[in-house]
């Protein structure tokens, strides 16, 4: 993986840019979107997404857990976040497109420098080896994607083909979306 080569997922949503940012810029909702991450907070005091902002995130694949350090390098409301794991030394970005009423996203990742040697220890032997967990990668975008597009549209709103209808948030207090109402699970994830 080269920044000239990045994986990419795009999608189209029928939200506003701002809306759909609103989303993908908050990496404490990151555990309602992707299969692989569990959740994410602020680092250093930190309290949205600029850039030079760092937060850690949370991992879970089987009953391998762990944490990564994150710094945001682009941070343009309703067009760009990107953001660099450095334990990985991965950028992953979130790229915003006005399209008609709606929104086309694109989520890619792509080399920020050289993969470190206990990354890559700990994929080969942890989660089950490189390109094995670069597929999971690619299908997870995919699924993040699609968590995005059901979260934005709302829930009376019409539901697509193949996605589940969103339930009520009656059990998280802290949750960032109570307000909205509304959570995204996808089969087999939290109740």
Request: proline share 7%; glycine share 10%.
């Given at each position: ?165 969103l339930r009520p948030a009656t059990h998280c207090a802290a949750c960032k979306f109570r307000s909205l109402g509304l959570h995204s699970w996808g089969q087999g994830d939290r109740p």
């Amino acid at each position: 993986m080269t920044d000239t080569d990045p994986d990419a997922v795009s999608l189209t949503i029928d939200a506003p840019p701002d809306v759909v940012w609103a989303i993908v810029s908050d990496p404490t909702g990151y555990g309602r979107l992707s299969p692989e991450c569990t959740g994410g907070r602020w680092l250093d005091g930190a309290t949205g997404p600029v850039v030079g902002a760092r937060f850690k995130g949370s991992n879970k694949r089987g009953i391998v857990r762990w944490s990564t350090t994150n710094t945001v390098e682009e941070a343009e409301p309703g067009r760009t976040f990107s953001f660099v794991t450095k334990d990985s030394a991965t950028r992953w970005t979130y790229r915003l497109e006005p399209d008609g009423t709606g929104t086309r996203l694109t989520e890619s990742r792509s080399s920020a420098g050289e993969y470190p040697a206990l990354a890559r220890f700990f994929t080969r032997f942890l989660l089950g080896g490189v390109d094995d967990h670069t597929e999971e990668l690619r299908e997870g975008m995919r699924r993040t994607l699609e968590r995005v597009r059901a979260i934005a549209e709302g829930a009376d709103r019409p539901a697509r083909a193949g996605t589940e209808p969103l339930r009520p948030a009656t059990h998280c207090a802290a949750c960032k979306f109570r307000s909205l109402g509304l959570h995204s699970w996808g089969q087999g994830d939290r109740p």
